[in-house]
């Protein structure tokens, strides 16, 4: 019983107020996926049948697969489906694994900031030079937007995590403590 009670901060689902907005963001990311095997098919019936080519589809496709995966990544992140090294983390019991996955999501919230600060300093970039895509013309800042959002938003579910965990922390039985 005692495991399971160590694994807890592991496995926890996402809390009501948090399952919301994820439910929001995956319905997003499935409707953005229909609608991008809808163009390719009909640019694909187009350009075969009749010989019509719609200008910038696959640039079009391209963007909305980059923002459909940071906006899954935020998700995974939140969900704790993304891939991870757990070796460590699933020997560990009690206090010892509550704590490490505590410096996990502070170490991924470091890195996802960073990433997040990098990526927007090179959209903004972006941004004043007034770069636009081929096809299209859309403003490069908007897809490469779709990094600062996703890195973003992935710093900030680690940091609600940790917080979170860090709080759980304090009711997690020692290894020690949990043998007995």
Known sequence: MAGAEAAAPATMPATAPVSAPLAVLRGLAGLVLVAM???NVVNAVGRYTVG???VGADELLVYSMVWMVMVGAVVAAAE?????????TLRLKGRARAGLLVFQELVMA???GYAAWQSLMFTLKIGRLGQTSMGLGVPMAIPHAALVAGFAGMAVVALILAVRDAAALATVPSAAGARR
């Open 37 to 39: 095997v809808g163009l």
């Open 52 to 54: 019509f080519v719609f």
């Open 80 to 88: 704790r489906s993304h891939l991870a090294l757990d070796v460590l």
């Open 110 to 112: 470091a890195a996802c």
